[in-house]
């Protein structure tokens, strides 16, 4: 059995942002760069979350959202390195920052994905995310898929 930690921070300090950048180079289903300031610019002034998941206490992988409005959060980008990948990290992650978005008071989930993603696609269906939108490529497996769902605080 592994020792698997998962860090959280609700503010993406650069210490903390060349960590998830140097994870996802190593990620080969990545085909684009990605910098600090492209992720700054992304995330805004918006309340936002960093997971990042120790296996053993080396870097596994990363979950990074904000939020789109005060009842969406957005999970924008997220990965496993591949010497990782069958652990249940991704689920783990997908768990912790549903939780905590709960937490904050969020109402819903929102996240995309593409057809070619099928790992993701599989893990968001299991965990009970619906298809909400469709943007159309040329080729199928660049359809890009809009899911949501529902969170609600257990009463």
Same mark, same amino acid.
């Given at each position: 059995?592994?020792?698997?930690?998962?860090?959280?921070?609700?503010?993406?300090?650069?210490?903390?942002?060349?960590?998830?950048?140097?994870?996802?180079?190593?990620?080969?289903?990545?085909?684009?760069?990605?910098?600090?300031?492209?992720?700054?610019?992304?995330?805004?002034?918006?309340?936002? /979350?960093? %997971? =990042?998941?120790?296996? &053993?206490?080396?870097? @596994?992988?990363?979950?990074?959202?904000?939020? !789109?409005?005060?009842?969406?959060?957005?999970?924008?980008?997220?990965?496993?390195?591949?010497?990782?990948?069958?652990?249940?990290?991704?689920?783990?992650?997908?768990?912790?920052?549903?939780?905590?978005?709960?937490?904050?008071?969020?109402?819903?989930?929102?996240?995309?994905?593409?057809?070619?993603?099928?790992?993701? /696609?599989? %893990? =968001?269906?299991?965990? &009970?995310?619906?298809? @909400?939108?469709?943007?159309?490529?040329?080729? !199928?497996?660049?359809?890009?898929?809009?899911?949501?769902?529902?969170?609600?605080?257990?009463?």
């Amino acid at each position: 059995m592994y020792t698997i930690e998962i860090k959280q921070f609700d503010l993406l300090e650069q210490q903390h942002s060349q960590l998830l950048l140097e994870l996802y180079q190593q990620i080969p289903e990545f085909d684009r760069d990605l910098s600090h300031q492209t992720l700054m610019d992304k995330l805004g002034n918006q309340p936002h /979350l960093l %997971l =990042l998941a120790y296996v &053993e206490g080396e870097l @596994a992988g990363f979950k990074l959202g904000y939020q !789109l409005n005060n009842e969406v959060f957005y999970s924008y980008l997220g990965a496993i390195h591949p010497e990782f990948r069958q652990l249940g990290l991704a689920q783990q992650l997908l768990s912790a920052q549903e939780q905590w978005a709960i937490n904050q008071g969020y109402r819903h989930m929102q996240v995309k994905t593409f057809n070619h993603f099928r790992g993701m /696609l599989n %893990l =968001l269906i299991k965990n &009970e995310y619906q298809i @909400a939108a469709l943007n159309q490529a040329e080729d !199928l497996s660049k359809h890009e898929l809009t899911l949501t769902k529902q969170i609600l605080r257990a009463a």
